[in-house]
């Protein structure tokens, strides 16, 4: 395929986001450059705008313009419940559900030996340090992946002489679910957690 190196590099640049190979990422690029005035152009603006106005907050870790972001500054939240989530991404998943009306800490990964992530590496102490100010109950919306779930089981263990409630997001059968579906892990997590009637 000849084509002029900002085509390539435009190529090359979408192919690194999630979900979009190098043939997705050809595709896009020429849908882009096909609009450019309704698409390229004010999606570039918005992607220097981003980078220009968005950071982490200070407090938990979630991406805002402001910092504290307006997570933190809500008045309406309970400031005695703490989520701890790996990630912004799960942090969105939550706020989308409109499950949990309190504060959020983001760790920014998981623990992971084979990567190389150790408790240093990620927003443990920070975590430490808010639980001292007031919080009642942790909760620990970890993934349910290995990495996940030794973090979840570390910071039990961190938590557990902080004299605050810690609990765990439940795992096992999702609604909807029917049993055939299921793998093995996460049907062994749903009878773990089952409970009377």
Not at 71 to 100: K, M, S, Y
Request: proline residues 4%; contains cysteine; glycine residues 10%.
């Amino acid at each position: 395929m000849a084509t002029g190196s900002e085509i390539e590099r435009l190529i090359q640049l979408l192919a690194r986001l999630p979900g979009l190979g190098p043939r997705s990422a050809r595709r896009a690029a020429l849908v882009l450059l096909k609009k450019r005035d309704v698409l390229l152009e004010p999606l570039a603006q918005a992607m220097q705008d981003a980078a220009a106005a968005i950071r982490p907050c200070e407090t938990c870790g979630n991406l805002d313009t402001v910092t504290p972001c307006s997570i933190c500054t809500d008045g309406r939240r309970d400031p005695h419940l703490l989520c701890v989530v790996e990630d912004v991404a799960d942090l969105w998943a939550l706020e989308r559900a409109g499950v949990f009306r309190g504060r959020y800490h983001v760790l920014g990964g998981a623990l992971s030996a084979l990567d190389g992530v150790t408790p240093e590496r990620l927003n443990v102490a920070a975590l430490l340090e808010r639980v001292k100010a007031d919080i009642e109950e942790v909760i620990l919306a970890m993934n349910a992946t290995v990495e996940g779930q030794t973090t979840a089981h570390y910071l039990m263990d961190l938590l557990e002489g902080e004299g605050l409630k810690v609990t765990r997001l439940a795992h096992g059968v999702p609604v909807g679910g029917e049993l055939d579906y299921l793998d093995e892990g996460t049907l062994s997590a749903a009878f773990k957690a089952r409970r009377g009637l």
